[in-house]
């Protein structure tokens, strides 16, 4: 099949559209017709057209990848994910995340670094941030030494009750409301409990 024309598109990627002498079209990224030597007038044998479609899905999918991974960290199992459930094949999708492990763009020990430390920086407590790190699909090996950044919980405790409080006594059911809170924030009850002993000295918190 001949390609009749090579039309620029609006495409925010910058992608081309194909046309073919029959009309139809397809859209690919500049550097598949540097790859393959498209131009205007060639002749495109039919049992070339699928290695042509083929060399067009796979620059694809690395341009997606490149796009996620600019956007936010991600570990290799949550860019093959993203870039399946985007429509991309199992195939596509692996040799994209191969593409970058050699170029060094994928690195899921930082990554799981990064997530503690976010969850640190939220006022975040251990239960709270395993949590984030499954939900990035984390490799369980590399959670320990991840979570091993985080400090003793007292102080993010104290700030939340600070801001809850307000220099306030609390009485037992605003210290049910706030232990509520720090629980779902990932904090462990005895954390929880010796800090509102310091803020409500007269309550008694059974375990």
């Known amino acids: 099949m001949k390609i009749k024309a090579i039309e620029s598109t609006r495409s925010p990627q910058g992608k081309l559209r194909l046309r073919f002498e029959d009309d139809s079209t397809m859209l ?3 550097s598949v017709i540097a790859e393959l030597g498209l131009y205007e007038g060639i002749e495109i044998p039919d049992a070339a057209m699928e290695s042509v479609l083929a060399t067009a899905a796979e620059a694809s999918t690395k341009e ?6 600019a956007a936010t960290p991600v570990t290799q199992r949550e860019l093959y994910h993203r870039l399946v459930q985007k429509g991309e094949s199992e195939e596509n999708a692996q040799k994209a995340i ?4 050699e170029l060094r763009l994928l690195d899921d020990r ?3 670094c990064s997530v503690v430390r976010s969850g640190i920086a939220k006022g975040y407590g251990e239960a709270r941030i395993k949590q984030m790190l499954f939900e ?3 490799p369980k090996e590399l959670w320990q030494e991840a979570l091993e950044q985080i400090p003793p919980q007292d102080d993010a405790i104290d700030s939340f009750l600070q801001k809850r409080f307000r220099g306030k006594i609390p ?3 605003e210290c049910r409301r706030a232990t509520d809170a720090l629980l779902r924030r990932g904090h462990r009850w005895s954390d929880i409990k ?4 310091r803020y409500a000295p007269d ?4 375990d």
């Not at 997606?64 to 991974?69: G, K």
Request: proline share 3%.
């Open 203 to 206: 309550e008694e918190f059974e």
């Open 136 to 138: 990035k699909r984390v």
């Open 64 to 69: 997606r990848a490149v796009r996620i991974i």
């Open 171 to 173: 009485d037992r059911a």
């Open 194 to 197: 010796s800090a509102l002993g």
């Open 98 to 101: 191969d593409w970058l492990l």
């Open 28 to 30: 690919v990224l500049p």
């Open 110 to 112: 930082a990554v799981a």
